[in-house]
């Protein structure tokens, strides 16, 4: 179906899923933009491991990225595929340059527990990190390193924030991400696998990372941005580690702490 | 001086750096903003290892961050130190939730020699890196581990771009950093420093990155985040380093690439 109005409902609904996380959150919705991402998202609803709930794309898109975006959908599956007008991408673009190609897809639902785990398994988990971009790099990182899975508690940023998907660049469709409420029970789920959780902190006294043995299923904890992991949450984790280094510390970012975290684990693989 | 006016000559030149380069260039100066990079210059300042040209503060400022901002200064050095009005600190603001605390500095000239560098240095080379964020991270990542300086060939974004500066975060004032014309430069004094040079490749046929010896003097050259090196400053370096991992390698970018040898680098120490 072409759309030519600003005031098509997909296009209401689109425009409302990028501002709002309450409304992604209650239809479990969320929308994606470009046409390399949009492309990857499309390859995992062919796989059948991505719901897509509708696909936008001006005729201009079409035309330029044909190896990102098959135009045979929008006749074979029209119900889904939109060809949109050029004011319409304006109104749905986030971005200046916009490539006018969008995606609405549907979240998944990963469940955390001893069976959706790898016992032998390298994670990260995020407690409370707050920026997008960094959650989006972390996501990418780990995506880079072969991790076996990401943990989020559902204190940090919205991983479905349009900018955490840019962020991560397709990463999402490539990993295991599971989204848990509590950090409690995150970690007794991993303590079910004999997982072994490490809090990562900036303290001197804690285990050095290029000196632990991560041969075993492990799960490394990065904290917020300014504040780290609070006490409470440090004191679940089995054992405490840290980057030392000569120079300022302080100015390691997360993700890049995360970095070289991910690094050292697996390359004892 | 208390300065009240948007037109102010001073304003007008802050505005100016702010945006053009090619200002920045003419006058050797550049700006900065925020309480914390404020005071971080100034304490250079201090130190007489960085000129300043201007300092503007409102009151409201200089009365929320004492920490920070010594207010005597504005009345023993009222020639460099101004009191602006919340009207023109609005107009200087680049953020939106701006600090009010704003500077005008001066470009050091640091001169890449033999005499310069230590021969048993650890050096960051960027080659035509063009995103100030990953510039600015990479640039906080060296002061993090401690590396002996940073060289720039001037295809680079511009260091004194105001979003490389805060994403640097006043790791500019702490680290050597040469900004040199030309590559080929570049790497003949490297050479006569007796300098290891390792172009930092995606190339499974590259020496690994973590079984290289950094215990001599050694230079790693990042290049752009989307087309790496090129090929003619690949084959001016002595040697390629790559890191080896199982994930998808493609998701790392440049800055946490870079992270990642610097951190390899500076273990060895």
Redesign the interface.
Known sequence: MYIASKDNPKIKLYTKLATSKKSREENALFVLEGARLCSEAIGRWKEKKLDIHSVFSTQKALDKYPEYIDSTLFTSRSETFHIVDEKVSEKLGETKNSQGVYIIGGMSNNILSDETLKHDGKYLVMNNLQDPGNVG?IL????????DGVIMTNNCCDLYNPKTLRSA?G?LF?LNVFVCDDFSEVCEVLKKCNIKTYAAVVDRDAQAV?KTDFSHGVAVVIGNEGRGIQKEDVALCDSRLT?K?????????A??AA??IL?EM??S?
């Open positions: 790099t990418r990182t780990c995506d880079a390193v072969g991790a660049m990463s490539r290029d980057i280094m000569q120079g300022n510390i302080e100015s390691l970012n993700a890049m970095g070289i690094w697996k390359r693989d």
